[in-house]
């Protein structure tokens, strides 16, 4: 079994720059592909940040420049560090991972969420 935790949230002033940290536990062969997700209300999930095993990243248009990936593998933990943050970055902000939990099998996982909401 594999379990996905994250933290970081809360309650953020604009311009605010919390860290989101997800660990992820049990059975674990090899982690790929780690990523956050975020879903507004009354919105659609959408992909925030990606970070492949070779390092390589990707983002949404909407944070590039104001967030950060990185993962730690011998920590099994992805982060997400968000600088600038403005009330339309409010959202539950989701982890999601592909593991192994053998060789040759993948699958992907996701954390429960974290709220975070964006106010004066």
């Known amino acids: 079994q594999v379990q996905l935790v994250e933290s970081g949230g809360g309650l953020v002033q604009p311009g605010g720059s919390p860290r989101l940290s997800c660990a992820a536990s049990?059975?674990?062969?090899?982690?790929?592909?780690m990523g956050w997700y975020r879903q507004a209300p009354g919105k659609e999930r959408e992909l925030v940040a990606g970070i492949r095993n070779s390092g390589s990243t990707n983002y949404a248009d909407s944070v590039k420049g104001r967030f950060t990936i990185s993962r730690d593998n011998a920590k099994n933990m992805v982060y997400l560090q968000m600088n600038s943050l403005k009330p339309e970055d409010t959202a539950v902000y989701y982890c999601?991972?592909?593991?192994?939990?053998?060789?040759?099998?993948?699958?992907?996982?996701w954390g429960q969420g974290t709220q975070v909401t964006v106010s004066i």
């Open positions: 999601n991972t592909f593991i192994s939990p053998m060789p040759a099998l993948v699958h992907a996982y």
């Open positions: 049990g059975h674990i062969f090899s982690i790929n592909n």
